[in-house]
């Protein structure tokens, strides 16, 4: 019967559109026909049909020590379950799908930007490594850039959302299915990397989540290597062909699914996708929820910066980790500030109902800051518009973030019971515009307190809390850090404006007391309560003789940390989430604070305990001068 079936390609295409292929293989009634077939997709045959991959397939069958045919045929399978193209109908199908599936929002996309992305298509590959805040990234990306005239491109997906019956469909729109799970899976890595490498060779335009997946905070994640590595290794082995790395920011006015991401941020276990998920997510967008802005950041030419870093020894074996970094930096620079972000700031930082002027009054330093930054605003909005900031404040209550009131003397607007979380994470979407400006706040504040020396102080301030958050946040090298101080520095004080000079702690007490707007509570403060639990925690850690139960110990932060909020030990419940304490756990894990029997490890959790403790301290002079409402 295998025989027969495997000699009928359309048979075994009619169970693929059933799903039911996959199946009868591992139930041991079907084998996988080795050679290219008809129904294959074209780099699924191309690679069947090499000599180089059946070379290179035998060698690591050998290494592995199991049967070449047997190695084959595993390839051959996930090479089909990965394999995508673009063809007949399904294209046409899935865009009407995928209009009805992102019905609650306007793309706006910038058309001088696909204008000379237009022009770069013809030449390379088009790599589209975009932030990702929403299941409807997958769909939002590859519209935008095939309605805009660029050539398709194949979307790297995660295999959880290879959902029967629409799976089929979506491999012929493109979506490649990528297991996020495969340490126990050479050969179906070996057949990954060799997938994409043709696709490269293929001049393919590819997209996929930089972060892995969804952020529950709202600002973006540390960036996962795994595709970028493969797609360096591709370039390495495709002599002459070229890529460009195109960052991609989204970023979402309102979004429907921000309450069951931050309840997965507290440790609430994540609903599996299915097909009844698929048609209750749909069912969700029924509700207008504004625009969705999609920029393309600068782009990146991948062989040309891989051979700089490859000349330079200071980067020798962080290749592929500078790469990453410097495209989350890209994205994060073309990310704009919504209206939304700048709302639930404000009343984020007020924590209690204000009226419409009391809002406004709170955005307006905030929107001069970023004004002079030079920091760009979603849709060109005015942020000191009154009708702007009310539109804003009355589509926020008509999502169920907010709450008002209006039977009084004027409208009051406070963030609603329970929506803490969801306000945090639209707030957070614009937090990498202020965290230079915030440590910068909390260099002022050492050098207000570590004696004359200000500039001195400062400079070791901001460098150890660059050091300190360099897992939550995306910094430049320390060279064009430095600059970013001293901008910050010079809307301080314009006289600074031409390079650090040496000033006083009266000078920056001076300066602390008179700049508007203040940020380091708002931004820092819920990703440093975050340390201090975790570093808290390790500091009473006993079980230094057992291997490290990450999972366990995750569990007991989130214990403690919601006690500590209850007892107002740390400033919210925004700061009791895994995406927080993981951050903080891989620093201490960088800084030796974690592997069992290490040399001084008590002394050395107690030393980050103290610094935790101290770098709050600081947090809490700036919430102080804030909440004084300085002269």
Sequence with gaps: MNADITDHPSILNSLDRVGARRTLQRAGLLEEPTGPLPTDTPEVAELLADEAFTTRLAELSRSLGRPAPEVRAEAAGYLREIGATH?????????????WLSRAHDLVVDPEQTRQLRALDRKQSLLFPFSHRSYLDGVT?????????????????GANLDVFPFNHLLRRSGFVYVRRSTTDLPVYRFVLRAYIAQMIRNRRNLCWSIEGGRTRTGKLRPP?????????????????????????????????????????????????????????????????FGRVYLQFGEPLPLRERLAELRGDDRTQGRVVERIALETCRRINRATPVTTTAVVCLALLAADRALTLDEVLATVAPLARYIRDRGRPVAGAADLTDRATI???????????????????????????????LVAAFYRNTAVHM??????????????????ENG??????????????????????????????????????????????????????????????????????RPFLDAYHVVADRLAAWEDDDEPFDESRFLGECLRVGRQWALQKQIASEESVS???????????????????????????????????RETVRRVSVIAQLAQRGRP
């Excluded at 063809?87 to 209009?99: I, N, Q, S, V």
């Excluded at 370039?235 to 989204?250: E, Y």
């Excluded at 946040?473 to 301080?492: D, G, K, Q």
């Excluded at 290490?598 to 305990?609: E, G, S, Y």
């Design 224 to 288: 996962t290597y795994g595709v970028l590595r493969y797609m360096i290794d591709a370039l390495d082995t495709a002599t002459g062909s070229q890529a460009l790395i195109v960052p991609v920011s989204i970023v979402y006015e309102q979004l429907h699914e921000v309450q069951m991401m931050t309840d997965e941020a507290r440790g609430i276990s994540k609903r599996p996708e299915d097909l009844r998920w698929l048609w209750n997510f749909g069912r969700s967008q029924r509700e207008r």
């Design 390 to 420: 009310r539109r804003t404040l009355d589509d926020l209550v008509r999502g169920g973030v907010l709450t008002s009131f209006d039977g009084g003397t004027e409208t009051i607007w406070w963030i609603g019971p329970g929506r803490h």
């Design 434 to 451: 202020l965290v230079d400006r915030a440590i910068g706040e909390l260099g002022l504040v050492a050098a207000m307190e570590d004696g």
């Design 578 to 612: 895994l995406e927080l304490f993981k951050p903080a756990l891989r620093l201490a894990k960088h800084r030796d604070l974690i592997r069992p029997g290490a040399p001084d490890t008590a002394k050395l959790r107690q030393a980050f305990l103290e610094e935790m």
């Design 141 to 157: 990306v590859p519209a935008a850039v095939s309605s805009n005239g660029i050539t398709p491109a194949f979307v790297l997906a």
């Design 87 to 99: 063809t007949g109908r399904a294209p046409k199908d899935w865009a009407r799908f995928a209009h």
């Design 455 to 524: 500039l001195q102080a400062a400079n070791r301030e901001t460098l150890r809390l660059r050091e300190l958050l360099k897992f939550d946040f995306f910094f430049p090298p320390r060279s064009e850090f430095a600059a970013e101080m001293a901008a910050e520095l010079a809307i301080a004080d314009p006289a600074q404006g031409d390079g650090f000079h040496d000033f006083t702690a009266a000078d920056a007490k001076r300066w602390l007391t008179s700049i508007e707007p203040l940020v380091a509570h708002l931004v820092l």
